[in-house]
């Protein structure tokens, strides 16, 4: 990496690829060596110049200070490295002349100059070359002038002449040789930039090629995810509804492989950006617990969500790229954990002058990993067996993504298993802080008694009680509450009645054991009871129900609800977002496209028409107006950017206001900021994902378009204070 100030350049090998940082340490030795060799030969020249009375003995201090400039230069790396050279290369040649220019320094000036020539011939420097063998050439026109004055002291025989004619010819050869090592090196540059030119034609082809392969993998995926999930909520028989929500699962998964294997893409060919944005911490975290929440699997794990109540309530950052880290990381452990085990995710952070850490721990009781697995994984290697099942010990590309994303946000991740015991994995990324307030309030806390049932011995690991105790003890820390915890039903009816408590919290365990007291008790107090998707209370039960996976946003939810129907609103994934009366043109050139985009924005209330290509959207336009037009992006003909511009064209001319949100499959990176730079209002990528899309929605109309007030602000869903 290299900054530029003026003519200072200082260079630094962080940051820089492998190959390009032993090339930087390379030529930082040549630099060494040659610094070195010249500050000898001026201590080496002293004593000679002082006992045998040279005149010129008053430059010592000039040839010390030389010498003291270039190891300045060479430390401080002041000036380019080919400044540097230069002078480095005048010290050395006025400390050969001081030398050679005496009568006594006959045949030394042959191994100076030899010296000074075979180490410039590692700068690639000709010009230095050049000069050296003249500068020989120099000295040895002085010493021939002081044997025929006979001021050497030496006798002018066949002997000296040959003598003199061998070292002419050493001198010689190895300038030469100098000038092959250089035109060599130039060569082999000439072949590394033919071959950076080629790599950089094939990484535009590779561009081009995965936008195209995105686009193409994503539609059918759109398809089937968009199809059946318009169907699981059209259906009345449960057994097809079941299939439908099967068949969504299977899209998402589909949708996820073809984004990891992108991103793993991306990372590997040095592709890989990222994105900056204000972002919802409690937001982010429960867009990742519900996508965990969708797992339909039977044999899941306990999935324990700890969030740090004192997180800011917004950061800066790649919000899409966080969740991504926090999704990886919780597959990983709960592909490697069996049923009866647990995952704990720790959402935490640490104070920093620029902001905060934002740490995230993910601990698991799972099979573990052993320490050469461990070793391959620092090493960046992924999985290598064909088989994938619980009991290879293996990961596949979700670490090697997570690595990746980790070190392009300046973060770093630690990884900690023993083989049986399960695996402790540690990441912290920097990120700025938007609004410092943090991310949880429970309100009217001195009105709040609460109690929690949990039996003591239900887990077959001890340590997912233990998972469970650390979430809810940090949540009644940071909120400063007064929790009663009982082990037993027995303790359960005593404790209740001896005290008036506000929140009874249980899991569908416990609450099985009695369901008809538990019932009667929502008449005096809240009972919550945290469950598995499929758990269905008794019938007219008045408890509310958290699904799992727990964490701490809804516990606070709860906690600040006032009645029954506020905390089940409060749920991620129970409130309804409407757009009432919004009308929409979704522009796309795949008519099933078209279909599933029609049949997803019906469902929020919307009046939806469709258009198949640019040129017919901008006739829409011209007829009707609009609230939004959703534009697809890689259409024949007409692309869905020009589009857009010709569509801004006609509303300035009609003076209206239209807001234009890119819907497309080409979510590569980078293509969010293109979008927006090229004048959309929004972006949401295929496949559909329905909370970006209601988040999208509710900022972009946000800004006056008929129907807005209507809209639930879905940015702030799962952040209890609203």
């Keep these: 990496m290299a900054a530029e100030n003026g003519k200072k350049q200082t260079h630094t090998e962080e940051g820089l690829p492998g190959r390009q940082r032993e090339e930087f340490q390379r030529r930082r030795g040549i630099e060494l060596i040659i610094v070195s060799v010249m500050t000898v030969a001026v201590i080496s020249v002293t004593p000679s110049a002082i006992s045998l009375g040279w005149r010129e003995v008053w430059l010592l201090p000039f040839l010390f200070l030389g010498a003291g400039i270039c190891w300045v230069m ?42 000074v020539l075979a180490l410039f011939s590692q700068t690639e420097q000709r010009g230095i070359l050049h000069a050296g063998f003249l500068m020989y050439l120099f000295l040895l026109g002085c010493q021939i002038v002081f044997l025929l004055r006979g001021e050497s002291g030496m006798a002018v025989d066949s002997l000296l002449v040959s003598q003199l004619m061998l070292h002419t010819a050493c001198v010689f050869i190895i300038y030469r040789i100098g000038l092959n090592i250089i035109r060599k090196h130039e060569g082999d540059r000439a072949d590394a930039l033919r071959v950076i030119d080629e790599l950089d034609f094939m990484r535009k082809r590779t561009e081009n090629f995965m936008a195209n392969v995105s686009h193409e993998l994503r539609t059918p995926v759109n398809v089937v995810t968009g199809l059946s999930s318009v169907m699981e909520g059209r259906l009345a028989e449960e057994e097809d509804r079941q299939d439908a929500a099967h068949i969504l699962e299977a899209g998402r998964r589909l949708s996820d492989q073809v984004d990891d294997i992108l991103d793993f893409t991306e990372i590997e060919t040095g592709r890989f950006t990222l994105t900056k944005g204000v972002y919802s911490v409690t937001s982010m975290v429960n867009d990742a617990v519900t996508a965990l929440g969708i797992d339909r699997r039977k044999d899941l794990p306990e999935i324990i969500v700890d969030v740090d109540a004192n997180l800011p309530r917004r950061l800066i950052g790649d919000e899409r790229r966080i969740k991504k880290i926090l999704l990886h990381l919780a597959d990983n452990a709960i592909k490697f954990t069996k049923r009866g085990g647990g995952v704990y995710l720790n959402i935490y952070r640490i104070p920093e002058e620029y902001g905060i850490n934002l740490c995230m721990e993910v601990k698991d009781t799972g099979i573990g990993m052993s320490g050469k697995v461990l070793e391959r994984l620092r090493e960046g290697i992924y999985q290598e067996d064909a088989e994938r099942n619980r009991e290879n010990t293996g990961y596949g590309l979700g670490l090697r993504i997570v690595y990746g994303i980790v070190q392009a946000m300046g973060g770093f991740m630690k990884i900690e298993s023993v083989p049986g015991e399960g695996t402790n994995i540690h990441v912290s990324l920097p990120q700025e802080v938007a609004e410092e307030e943090r991310c949880m309030e429970v309100k009217n806390v001195p009105g709040l008694q609460v109690a929690f049932y949990q039996r003591q011995n239900k887990f077959a690991s001890p340590r997912v009680l233990e998972y469970y105790l650390r979430m809810i003890g940090h949540v009644v820390r940071s909120q400063a509450i007064t929790v009663q915890r009982v082990v037993t039903l027995e303790d359960c009816q005593d404790l209740v009645e001896a005290h008036s408590f506000t929140h009874l919290f249980m899991s569908d365990a416990e609450y099985a054991e009695a369901p008809s007291y538990f019932d009667a008790l929502c008449k005096e107090m809240q009972v919550i009871v945290v469950a598995q998707r499929d758990f269905r209370p008794t019938p007219f039960s008045r408890i509310t129900i958290l699904m799992k996976p727990l964490y701490a946003v809804p516990l606070v939810e709860v906690l600040n609800s006032s009645h029954e129907q506020e905390a089940k609103e409060a749920l991620y994934g129970d409130s309804e977002v409407r757009f009432d009366g919004v009308k929409v043109l979704v522009v796309d050139d795949e008519q099933m496209n078209l279909i599933v985009a029609e049949g997803i924005f019906s469902h929020y209330g919307m009046e939806v028409e469709t258009a198949g290509s640019g040129p017919e959207a901008i006739e829409r336009i011209r007829e009707r107006e609009y609230d939004a037009v959703f534009m697809d992006h890689m259409m024949p003909g007409m692309d869905g950017v020009e589009a857009a511009h010709r569509i801004r064209d006609l509303l300035r001319e009609t003076g209206r206001s239209t807001r234009i949100i890119a819907l497309t499959a080409n979510a590569v990176s980078g293509a969010r900021e293109m979008f927006i730079r090229e004048g959309f209002d929004g972006f949401v990528a295929k496949p559909i994902e329905r909370k970006e899309l209601e988040r999208t929605l509710a900022q972009v109309l946000s800004g006056g378009a008929a129907g807005a007030a209507k809209a639930v602000n879905a940015e702030e869903r799962g952040n209890p204070q609203g």
């Design 74 to 115: 060479y430390i401080r790396r002041l000036l380019t490295e080919r400044e540097r050279i230069r002078m480095y290369a005048v010290c050395s040649f006025a400390v050969v002349i001081f030398d050679g220019v005496h009568p006594t320094s006959l045949y030394g000036i042959a191994i100076m100059c030899a010296l």
